[in-house]
Structure formats: structure tokens, C-alpha cells
């Protein structure tokens, strides 16, 4: 299996597309609304030269993608990842629309990427790729247009080269440019942590709404990069419950396999033998007594919570039915990790499903924190942070539950009405529509 089979052959512009249809057609949205809102309000595609050590120069492809400004400056994420294309990038960015609105935050939608395997790259043709997607498309972004942060394959080492490259294209430090920096350049306390930890906020919320005695629990998640890691960690901090499998992708082997125990993993000596792509050593991982089993294996465990946070479309029509009956809750850390085919036989299950862009707003919460941080130059604490973040979240999810309880909803569906309301909104308070 390669990297870039991850998608699995899904298009994941079409399964944004699908669903946002689904709800416009159950809110009997306006033709004018579902017009706008169905595809981006721009989209940038640029070559990046970059000067490789050996001495050849290689292009890649950058990407942005602004989905919707209504409600605020775009905001999203940039992904490096080998199977980055327009519509992944579409996507991601719609769903930054739906995730900035559910949490009701005033920023919009966008996302960026480039085509790359960031592994197969030194440290300096890195830092050359992020300068270089920022040299082109400076122009178009900003504080008050569009604000980029980190997502697959992109680290605050990143954040922090592009907005010292962007500062130094407009001639002043400008920290509110890009989030997810490092806190020496102008990051947010809480920022690495944020997705991952709101995570389990809700995951938390959720084990309240079905009785269920959280310390008792047990996890297996797919992913164990920033967010995958954070999650682990809060889970087995916050709940008290165990991790008893992780799953992730090998940049050596080219291939995902599932670290499991039964007894559970120490999450944070895991870390401690994960690369910043979030490849896990499975060799030190095996010498600690863990096994090593396929990449598939997370999905089929006999546990109480399933936490997919890698790649979307890892659960599909194929393989939705390898979940097994203990499981009572599905959360959606990744973006868009479960297809609209896999959304209906999950609607006849006894699983509760954190929809992906409430579950993993947290990051973009904080992403906001710092961002009005970085404009004002003054900082929080790492506690004012997380404590402000999980009042948010909170807020959302029983949001979003209450209407999925009271209309009878998916709870996919609730949180894609509360957002698309909010946008719609604001398109008709600047009289868009
Ligand atoms: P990351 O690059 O830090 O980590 C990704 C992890 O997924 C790695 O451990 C990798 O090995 C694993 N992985 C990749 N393909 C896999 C496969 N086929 N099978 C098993 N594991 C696989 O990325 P991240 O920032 O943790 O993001 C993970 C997901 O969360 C993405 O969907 C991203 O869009 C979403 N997300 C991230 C943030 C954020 O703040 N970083 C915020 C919201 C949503």
C-alpha cells in the first residue's frame, strides 16, 4: 500500500459536496445560498522552486484554497502530504467554514497544501518549501484575508519559517499572519496540545449523555501525529481510561501498522519513540512488549471509544462493519475520516458520532486565541488557554446535541445546520444573498 492510496480512491470534494447537499436539502436552504456556499470563493495554484541539496532544483506545487471570507479572514491549515491535490484541498477547506461557524468563532474557511512527501526532505529544502509557498502566495493572505496554520505534515518549525518570511516581505513582524507558530515566535500556549485535547473534552461531554464511567474506558485511535498524540495523552489523563492501539502510517516501510496492548500503552513513552511525522519506532515499540499488528487493526478493537485522527475516508462502505459492537462512541479527530456510504450504516448503530468538524475544532479555536494574541502582543497562559477552550467546546457540543435530540438528527447533520446557518447569516447581513 502506498501513501497515495490513503484517500483510498475517494474524492473527498465530492463527500464534502455530498453532505453539505444532504443538509441544504433538509434546511430547505435558499438556491442563492446553496449556489455561493457549494464551492470556494477562490482557489491559487503555484509553482514552488525549490534549490535541492544535491543541486538540482525540483517545482513543487503549492495550494490555497479560500472557501468562505462571510463570517471573517479564511482560516485553515496547510497540508504536505504526497497525495495533496485542488479537491483535497477544496475540501478541507469547506469543512473549515462548517468548523470556524459550529464554534461560532468570527473567522472563515480555508486551506492550503503541497505535494510532497516532507520526510524524503532535509531540513533546509523544508524550510526552502515553506518560504517558497509563502513567496507565493503572500500577496492574497494576511491578518485580515486569510490566516494559514499547520495540518498533516507541517510542524510550528514550518509556521515559524513563513511568517518570518512574510514579515519580511511586507517590511513589519506580523505574528497574526499564521497560527500554530512556536511560542517564541509568537505562538499560543496550548496550541500543540488544542485539537487533541478538545478531543477528549468532548469525548468527555459525550461518555456524561450516555452513562458512562469514563475511567472504566478503553480507546483505540488511528494516528499518532499532533493530534492522534494529544488525544492519547489527554485520554489517559483527563478520563483515566487506557489507549489500547494506535495506529499509524511508516514512512520507511511505506505502509500503516497498529501498535496494541491490552493492558494498555504508555502513550508518552510512545511519543517518546515518534518522529515528528508521527512514525512510531515498532522496533522499540516491540522490545516494551507492545505488538505489532496490520494497519487495519485499530478499526476492528473491542473497545469502548473509536478516535480516528489521520487521513479522511479510513472508514468506508468496505470496512464500516469490522467496528465492533462495544463501541459507543466514534470521534471524529481527523477531517472527514468517514464516508457518507459508512454515515449510513452508523446511523443504525448504537454509536454516538462526534461529527469531524466539531470533534477536532479545538485547534482552530486556539488558532484564533493566537491569532488576537498575536495582534494584540499579549499573551495568555497555557491554563487561560485551555481553560477558555474547553468553555467553548463544551458549549458546541451541547449545542449541537440539543438539536440533534430535539429534531431527531444525525448528529452530522445538527452540527452541518448550525454551522451553515450561521454563514448564511452573515452572507445576508453584508447582502451577499
Ligand atoms: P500529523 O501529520 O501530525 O499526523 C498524522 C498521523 O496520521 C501520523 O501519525 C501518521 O503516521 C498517521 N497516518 C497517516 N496516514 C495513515 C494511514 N493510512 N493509516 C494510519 N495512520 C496514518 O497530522 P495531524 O496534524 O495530527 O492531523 C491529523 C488529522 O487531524 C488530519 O485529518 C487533519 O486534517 C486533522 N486536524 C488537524 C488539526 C491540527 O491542529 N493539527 C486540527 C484539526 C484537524
Given at each position: 500500500?502506498?501513501?497515495?492510496?490513503s484517500t483510498?480512491?475517494?474524492n473527498?470534494?465530492?463527500?464534502?459536496?455530498?453532505?453539505?447537499?444532504?443538509?441544504?436539502?433538509?434546511?430547505g436552504?435558499?438556491?442563492?445560498?446553496?449556489?455561493?456556499?457549494?464551492?470556494?470563493?477562490r482557489?491559487?495554484?503555484?509553482?514552488?522552486?525549490?534549490r535541492m541539496?544535491?543541486g538540482s532544483?525540483?517545482?513543487?506545487?503549492?495550494?490555497?484554497?479560500?472557501?468562505?471570507?462571510?463570517?471573517?479572514?479564511?482560516?485553515?491549515?496547510?497540508?504536505f502530504?504526497?497525495?495533496?491535490?485542488?479537491?483535497?484541498?477544496?475540501?478541507?477547506?469547506?469543512?473549515?467554514t462548517?468548523?470556524t461557524?459550529?464554534?461560532?468563532?468570527?473567522?472563515?474557511?480555508?486551506?492550503?497544501?503541497?505535494?510532497v512527501?516532507p520526510?524524503?526532505?532535509?531540513?533546509?529544502?523544508l524550510?526552502?518549501?515553506?518560504?517558497g509557498?509563502?513567496?507565493?502566495?503572500?500577496?492574497n493572505?494576511g491578518?485580515?484575508?486569510d490566516?494559514?496554520a499547520?495540518?498533516?505534515?507541517t510542524?510550528?518549525?514550518?509556521?515559524?519559517w513563513?511568517?518570518?518570511e512574510?514579515?519580511?516581505?511586507?517590511?513589519?513582524?506580523?505574528?497574526?499572519?499564521?497560527t500554530?507558530?512556536p511560542?517564541?515566535?509568537?505562538?499560543?500556549?496550548?496550541?500543540?496540545?488544542?485539537?487533541?485535547?478538545?478531543v477528549?473534552?468532548?469525548?468527555?461531554?459525550?461518555?456524561?449523555?450516555?452513562?458512562?464511567?469514563?475511567?472504566?474506558?478503553?480507546?483505540?485511535?488511528?494516528g499518532?501525529?499532533?493530534v492522534?498524540?494529544?488525544?492519547?495523552?489527554?485520554?489517559?489523563?483527563?478520563?483515566?481510561?487506557?489507549?489500547?492501539?494506535?495506529?499509524?502510517?511508516?514512512?520507511?516501510?511505506?505502509r500503516p501498522?497498529?501498535?496494541?496492548?491490552?493492558?494498555?500503552?504508555?502513550?508518552?513513552f510512545?511519543?517518546?519513540?515518534?518522529?515528528?511525522?508521527?512514525?512510531i519506532?515498532?522496533?522499540?515499540?516491540?522490545?516494551?512488549?507492545?505488538?505489532?499488528?496490520?494497519g487495519?487493526?485499530?478499526?476492528?478493537?473491542?473497545?469502548?471509544?473509536?478516535?480516528?485522527?489521520?487521513?479522511?475516508?479510513?472508514?468506508?462502505?468496505?470496512?464500516?462493519?469490522?467496528?465492533s459492537?462495544?463501541?459507543?462512541?466514534?470521534?471524529?479527530?481527523?477531517?472527514?475520516?468517514?464516508?457518507?456510504?459508512a454515515?449510513?450504516?452508523?446511523?443504525?448503530?448504537?454509536?454516538?458520532?462526534i461529527p469531524?468538524?466539531l470533534?477536532n475544532?479545538g485547534g482552530v479555536?486556539?488558532?484564533?486565541?493566537?491569532?488576537v494574541?498575536?495582534?494584540?502582543?499579549y499573551?495568555w497562559t497555557?491554563?487561560?488557554v485551555?481553560?477558555?477552550?474547553?468553555?467553548?467546546?463544551?458549549?458546541?457540543?451541547?449545542?449541537?446535541?440539543?438539536l440533534?435530540?430535539?429534531?431527531?438528527?444525525y448528529?452530522?447533520?445538527?452540527?452541518?445546520?448550525?454551522?451553515?446557518?450561521?454563514?448564511?447569516?452573515?452572507?445576508?447581513?453584508?447582502?451577499?444573498?
Open positions: 500500500m502506498s501513501a497515495a492510496k483510498e480512491g475517494v473527498p470534494f465530492h463527500m464534502a459536496q455530498k453532505q453539505f447537499d444532504h443538509t441544504a436539502d433538509l434546511m436552504l435558499s438556491a442563492d445560498a446553496r449556489e455561493i456556499l457549494r464551492w470556494p470563493l482557489e491559487f495554484k503555484f509553482q514552488i522552486p525549490v541539496d544535491d532544483l525540483r517545482v513543487f506545487f503549492g495550494y490555497r484554497v479560500q472557501h468562505n471570507d462571510a463570517r471573517g479572514p479564511a482560516k485553515g491549515g496547510i497540508r502530504h504526497p497525495s495533496e491535490t485542488l479537491d483535497t484541498v477544496r475540501a478541507l477547506a469547506m469543512w473549515m462548517w468548523k461557524a459550529v464554534v461560532n468563532i468570527p473567522l472563515g474557511g480555508g486551506k492550503g497544501g503541497v505535494a512527501q520526510a524524503s526532505l532535509s531540513r533546509r529544502e524550510e526552502a518549501l515553506a518560504r509557498w509563502i513567496r507565493g502566495i503572500w500577496r493572505i491578518p485580515r484575508i490566516i494559514p499547520p495540518d498533516v505534515g510542524t510550528p518549525q514550518m509556521m515559524g513563513m511568517m518570518d512574510y514579515s519580511h516581505l511586507v517590511g513589519a513582524y506580523t505574528p497574526g499572519v499564521i500554530g507558530k511560542i517564541p515566535a509568537g505562538g499560543s500556549p496550548g496550541r500543540r496540545e488544542a485539537t487533541g485535547f478538545g477528549v473534552y468532548q469525548i468527555r461531554e459525550a461518555m456524561k449523555l450516555l452513562n458512562m464511567e469514563p475511567e472504566k474506558t478503553t480507546a483505540s485511535i488511528q499518532f501525529g499532533n492522534g498524540r494529544h488525544a492519547a495523552l489527554a485520554y489517559q489523563k483527563f478520563l483515566g481510561g487506557k489507549v489500547v492501539a494506535v495506529a499509524y502510517w511508516d514512512n520507511h516501510d511505506q501498522y497498529t501498535i496494541a496492548s491490552d493492558d494498555g500503552l504508555d502513550v508518552e510512545l511519543a517518546s519513540i515518534t518522529d515528528v511525522f508521527g512514525t519506532d515498532k522496533d522499540r515499540a516491540r522490545e516494551a512488549g507492545y505488538r505489532v499488528e496490520d487495519d487493526a485499530w478499526l476492528r478493537k473491542d473497545v469502548d471509544v473509536l478516535i480516528p485522527a489521520a487521513l479522511e475516508a479510513q472508514i468506508r462502505e468496505d470496512n464500516v462493519h469490522l467496528i459492537d462495544r463501541v459507543r462512541i466514534l470521534a471524529e479527530a481527523a477531517n472527514g475520516p468517514t464516508t457518507p456510504e454515515d449510513e450504516v452508523l446511523k443504525t448503530r448504537n454509536i454516538l458520532v469531524d468538524f470533534c475544532a479555536v486556539v488558532s484564533y486565541f493566537e491569532g494574541q498575536s495582534d494584540m502582543n499573551y497555557k491554563d487561560e485551555l481553560e477558555r477552550l474547553d468553555t467553548k467546546l463544551t458549549h458546541a457540543f451541547h449545542e449541537v446535541f440539543r440533534a435530540h430535539g429534531e431527531g438528527l448528529p452530522r447533520e445538527a452540527a452541518y445546520i448550525v454551522a451553515i446557518q450561521r454563514v448564511v447569516q452573515s452572507m445576508e447581513a453584508r447582502g451577499w444573498i
